[in-house]
């Protein structure tokens, strides 16, 4: 196998091997919260987006705008930079893991999991696809030098 055939099969390992990583402290992270917070329902109140200009390009921001009640504040309001199209929609019921000594601190498990289950899907997508490789070689291999 030629040097820059091992150092791509290496990365891709490497890169899906981070991503999966990724992926598994972030579920732990989210199995850790979801002991030590207290859980709610939230309420999407709104959803909105505006077009400013950034670095000479047009940009869209979006905000998203949560309600959600705890038991010793009463409703709390929290605001998001992202939005998940399909996940959250004004109107929406969405889960909420919030501190209960410090309300403002809080987790959304619905597009977190979201997100670490992709890492974990892409990190092992990677992860197969530099073992499919590194195989293919060595069958290629293998039937050079029988023949």
């Known amino acids: 196998m030629k040097a ?9 390992w490497l890169v899906g091997l981070c991503l999966l990583a990724a992926g598994v402290c972030g579920f732990c992270s989210l199995a850790d919260a979801a002991d030590e917070y207290l859980c709610t329902t939230g309420t999407v109140e709104e959803v909105a987006h505006k077009h400013v200009y950034k670095y000479r390009k047009r940009r869209t921001e979006f905000d998203v705008s949560i309600r959600y ?31 209960p000594r410090l309300p403002r601190e809080f987790r959304l498990p619905g597009p977190e999991s979201l997100l670490y289950g992709s890492l974990l899907g892409l990190g092992t997508l990677l ?6 490789v590194c195989a293919r070689r060595r069958r290629r291999a293998d039937v050079r030098n029988e023949g």
Do not use: Q
């Open 69 to 99: 009640s705890t038991t010793l504040y009463g409703d709390m309001y929290a605001s998001l930079d992202y939005y998940v199209p399909f996940l959250l929609d004004e109107g929406d019921k969405v889960r909420v893991l919030y501190n």
């Open 127 to 132: 992860l197969g696809g530099g073992a499919a």
């Open 4 to 12: 820059s055939h091992k150092i791509s099969i290496l990365a891709l």
